[in-house]
C-alpha cells in the first residue's frame, strides 16, 4: 500500500441555524496515500464538500465548526496547527479546485494576477518569476495562447476555460494532494472528458494524490483507484474501485448503480429511482439513515445503527447484511 499522507479520522462538522443543527460530517474517517486517487461519491446535501472545507479549515466560523475528529497530514494534525501553518498548507501542499469557477475567480483581476498572487505568496518569488510561473501553469493545463490568457479576465473565458485555470492555480506550486470537489460539474460532457483527462495526466506526471468528489459514479469509475460512497454525513461503503462497482456491499451503492443509464438497454426500459428523499440533517432517523429508502430494510435496520465494518482487507460498508450482499455478489460473479 502506498504511505499514507492524509488521514482522517471520525470528523465531525456542524452548522448552526434557528431550526437546530446541522450535522453536515458526523463521523466520517478515511485515508489517502502518495499517488492514489480516492473518490468520494454521493447525492447532494450528503457532506462531501463540507468533508473537503473541513479538511483545510474552511468553514466559515460565521455559520458552522469542525467539532471532533483528526485530521492528519503527514503525521500532523491540521485542526490544531496554528492559522500561520495552515495557510502555508493550503495551496502549498494541499490544492483544492472548487465547485464553481466563475464564483472562485475574482472578476475584476485578470487572470495573471490571481495566478501569480498564489506562486508569490507560497514560493516567495519576484512579480516577474510568478508571472512566468503562472504561464507555465496555464501551459500544462492545455490553455492555447497563455501570454495572452494572463491579461484576460474570467467573464473572457468559456466554462471549461475557467475550470482549467482553477485547476491551475490550485497546481501552480505542485501540491502534493488535489482536492477537486466536483470539477465537471456544469459543463458539457466533451469538455468533462478533457477535464478528466488532464487531471490524470496531470497526476501520472507529478505524483500526487486526488481526492476527487463528485454524486456522477461514472467520472469517478474513470479515476478512481478507491471510492468512498457517502450518505447522510457518513461513510456508508468504502472499497478498491472495481470491486466496490462490480460487487457492492450495501444496498445504498447498489441503488445509485441500478439508477444509471446502461448502453445497449432497452431504449424503453425506465431508469430505477431511489425512493423518498435524502434525510434531514438536523434529524436523521432512529437506526440506519438509509432504512427509510432501503428495500431490504428490517426490524434491526430501525433500531440499531450499523457500525461501518471490515469485510475484506482495504473494504468497509456500514450495513447489518453488508457481509452477505458481499459474499451473495461474489457468488454470482463466479458462476
Same mark, same amino acid.
Given at each position: 500500500?502506498? $504511505?499514507? =499522507?492524509?488521514?482522517?479520522?471520525?470528523?465531525?462538522?456542524?452548522?448552526?441555524?434557528?431550526?437546530?443543527?446541522?450535522?453536515?460530517?458526523?463521523?466520517?474517517?478515511?485515508?489517502?496515500?502518495?499517488?492514489?486517487?480516492?473518490? =468520494?461519491?454521493?447525492?447532494?446535501?450528503?457532506? $462531501?464538500?463540507?468533508?473537503?472545507?473541513?479538511?483545510?479549515?474552511?468553514?466559515?466560523?460565521?455559520?458552522?465548526?469542525?467539532?471532533?475528529?483528526?485530521?492528519?497530514?503527514?503525521?500532523?494534525?491540521?485542526?490544531?496547527?496554528?492559522?500561520?501553518?495552515?495557510?502555508?498548507?493550503?495551496?502549498?501542499?494541499?490544492?483544492?479546485?472548487?465547485?464553481?469557477?466563475?464564483?472562485?475567480?475574482?472578476?475584476?483581476?485578470?487572470?495573471?494576477?490571481?495566478?501569480?498572487?498564489?506562486?508569490? =505568496?507560497?514560493?516567495?518569488?519576484?512579480?516577474?518569476?510568478?508571472?512566468?510561473?503562472?504561464?507555465?501553469?496555464?501551459?500544462?493545463?492545455?490553455?492555447?495562447?497563455?501570454?495572452?490568457?494572463?491579461?484576460?479576465?474570467?467573464?473572457?473565458?468559456?466554462?471549461?476555460?475557467?475550470?482549467?485555470?482553477?485547476?491551475?492555480?490550485?497546481?501552480?506550486?505542485?501540491?502534493?494532494?488535489?482536492?477537486?470537489?466536483?470539477?465537471?460539474?456544469?459543463?458539457?460532457?466533451?469538455?468533462?472528458?478533457?477535464?478528466?483527462?488532464?487531471?490524470?495526466?496531470?497526476? $501520472?506526471?507529478?505524483?500526487?494524490?486526488?481526492?476527487?468528489?463528485?454524486?456522477?459514479?461514472?467520472?469517478?469509475?474513470?479515476?478512481?483507484?478507491?471510492?468512498?460512497?457517502?450518505?447522510?454525513? $457518513?461513510?456508508?461503503?468504502?472499497?478498491?474501485?472495481?470491486?466496490?462497482?462490480?460487487?457492492?456491499?450495501?444496498?445504498?451503492?447498489?441503488?445509485?448503480?441500478?439508477?444509471?443509464?446502461?448502453? #445497449?438497454?432497452?431504449?424503453?426500459?425506465?431508469?430505477?429511482?431511489?425512493? #423518498?428523499?435524502?434525510?434531514?440533517?438536523?434529524?436523521?432517523?432512529?437506526?440506519?439513515?438509509?432504512?427509510?429508502?432501503?428495500?431490504?430494510?428490517?426490524?434491526?435496520?430501525?433500531?440499531?445503527?450499523?457500525?461501518?465494518?471490515?469485510?475484506?482487507?482495504?473494504?468497509?460498508?456500514?450495513?447489518?447484511?453488508?457481509?452477505?450482499?458481499?459474499?451473495?455478489?461474489?457468488?454470482?460473479? #463466479?458462476?
Amino acid at each position: 500500500m502506498a $504511505k499514507r =499522507l492524509l488521514e482522517v479520522v471520525d470528523l465531525r462538522t456542524h452548522f448552526f441555524s434557528d431550526q437546530g443543527v446541522v450535522r453536515a460530517v458526523d463521523g466520517v474517517s478515511l485515508s489517502i496515500g502518495e499517488g492514489e486517487t480516492l473518490g =468520494l461519491v454521493g447525492e447532494s446535501a450528503c457532506g $462531501k464538500s463540507a468533508t473537503a472545507l473541513s479538511i483545510l479549515r474552511l468553514i466559515d466560523p460565521r455559520q458552522g465548526a469542525v467539532v471532533g475528529g483528526r485530521v492528519r497530514w503527514r503525521g500532523r494534525d491540521l485542526l490544531t496547527l496554528p492559522e500561520r501553518e495552515m495557510r502555508f498548507i493550503r495551496g502549498s501542499e494541499i490544492g483544492m479546485v472548487f465547485q464553481d469557477p466563475f464564483a472562485s475567480l475574482n472578476p475584476v483581476f485578470t487572470i495573471g494576477n490571481q495566478l501569480s498572487e498564489s506562486v508569490r =505568496l507560497h514560493r516567495g518569488v519576484g512579480r516577474r518569476e510568478a508571472l512566468s510561473k503562472s504561464r507555465e501553469a496555464l501551459a500544462r493545463v492545455r490553455i492555447p495562447s497563455p501570454e495572452v490568457r494572463l491579461h484576460e479576465y474570467p467573464h473572457q473565458m468559456s466554462g471549461g476555460m475557467q475550470q482549467r485555470v482553477m485547476i491551475a492555480m490550485s497546481l501552480s506550486c505542485d501540491p502534493r494532494l488535489l482536492i477537486a470537489d466536483e470539477p465537471t460539474t456544469a459543463l458539457d460532457v466533451t469538455i468533462q472528458a478533457q477535464i478528466l483527462d488532464l487531471l490524470e495526466e496531470i497526476q $501520472k506526471s507529478s505524483g500526487m494524490a486526488l481526492l476527487l468528489i463528485s454524486h456522477d459514479l461514472g467520472v469517478i469509475s474513470e479515476l478512481a483507484d478507491r471510492i468512498a460512497i457517502m450518505y447522510a454525513g $457518513k461513510i456508508a461503503e468504502e472499497g478498491p474501485a472495481r470491486q466496490l462497482l462490480c460487487s457492492p456491499a450495501h444496498p445504498y451503492t447498489r441503488a445509485l448503480l441500478r439508477s444509471l443509464p446502461r448502453l #445497449g438497454g432497452a431504449r424503453s426500459a425506465r431508469l430505477e429511482v431511489i425512493r #423518498g428523499s435524502v434525510p434531514d440533517p438536523i434529524e436523521y432517523p432512529r437506526g440506519c439513515r438509509f432504512h427509510p429508502r432501503c428495500d431490504m430494510a428490517q426490524r434491526v435496520c430501525v433500531e440499531r445503527e450499523p457500525e461501518l465494518t471490515t469485510l475484506a482487507p482495504g473494504y468497509r460498508a456500514a450495513c447489518h447484511f453488508a457481509g452477505r450482499l458481499l459474499h451473495g455478489a461474489q457468488e454470482l460473479r #463466479g458462476r
